[in-house]
């Protein structure tokens, strides 16, 4: 932007003042617009306050027929674009849901292995996340003292050339590792916590354990869906004029 330049004049000996302002004007954002992220129901909260429910607002208020609402399930967002053609008064609110600190800890169905003496300090440190602490000092202690009784299968072949394969199966016959336990923990900010059963995967060669839970995968896309829906009922009530698209 270039910078502010000032002109003085003298007339009939008093001084008088000039600012000449000069700046990019499309390249620089409204002073006034508004871009706000939140919670998921950050759009909805912002709407309640800034639109009476008829389309015959006064600015700064929210005017349905220059505004739009944005919902993408996959990423778990909510937009609300306001004001579209008005610079001075156009902005956006972003409502995210997101998941908990408290269940994203667990790395439940990522893929991301913990070692199992690694897992079993885990789970010492995060008891508060179990129906019982008995139910953590216990998976803690097994996963510290890991046992466990392979049976190795070896075949050779040669082809009397030279060429020699030799191919190892190894299976796990016995483990004092458990195959489940139940955690209870929030899935998303500012929901209600769930009981969810996790099962531990153990990695054969390397005896590392894997988390991976059915039930969450199926609460977080219930869940989701239901915040989503509840929240976009809300908005089609306050603002029934107001559109709303589903990416």
Same mark, same amino acid.
């Given at each position: 932007m270039e910078q502010n330049t000032q002109e003085v004049y003298y007339i009939d000996g008093s001084v008088k003042e000039l600012v000449i302002a000069h700046k990019k004007a499309q390249d620089e954002k409204s002073p006034n617009s508004i871009e706000i992220c939140g919670n998921i129901d950050s759009p909805f909260s912002?709407?309640? %306050?800034?639109h009476n429910g008829k389309t015959d607002v006064i600015l700064p208020g929210l005017v349905s027929s220059i505004s739009h609402v944005l919902i993408n399930r996959d990423k778990m967002? $909510? /937009?609300? $674009?306001?004001?579209?053609?008005?610079?001075?008064? #156009? @902005?956006?609110? &972003? @409502?995210?849901?997101e998941e908990h600190p408290d269940y994203e800890k667990w790395k439940i169905n990522t893929g991301e292995e913990w070692g199992h003496q690694q897992f079993a300090e885990f789970c010492k440190m995060n008891r508060s996340c179990f129906p019982e602490i008995q139910v953590a000092m216990k998976l803690f202690t097994e996963l510290k003292n890991v046992r466990i009784k392979t049976d190795k299968e070896y075949e050779n072949q040669s082809d009397n050339r030279? #060429? &020699? %394969?030799?191919?190892?199966?190894? %299976? $796990? /016959?016995? #483990?004092? $590792?458990p195959e489940k336990f139940q955690i209870i923990v929030p899935i998303f900010k500012g929901q209600e916590k769930h009981t969810i059963e996790?099962?531990?995967?153990v990695n054969p060669s390397t005896f590392a354990v894997n988390l991976v839970s059915p039930q969450a995968n199926d609460i977080i896309h219930q869940v989701r869906d239901s915040i989503i829906d509840d929240q976009k009922k809300k908005i089609e009530e306050r603002a029934p004029d107001l559109v709303i698209i589903e990416q």
């Open positions: 912002f709407l309640e %306050k800034r967002t $909510i /937009i609300l $674009i306001f004001n579209e053609y008005d610079p001075e008064y #156009s @902005g956006m609110v &972003v @409502g995210q849901l030279g #060429s &020699v %394969k030799q191919m190892l199966a190894q %299976k $796990i /016959i016995q #483990s004092n $590792i996790v099962e531990i995967y």
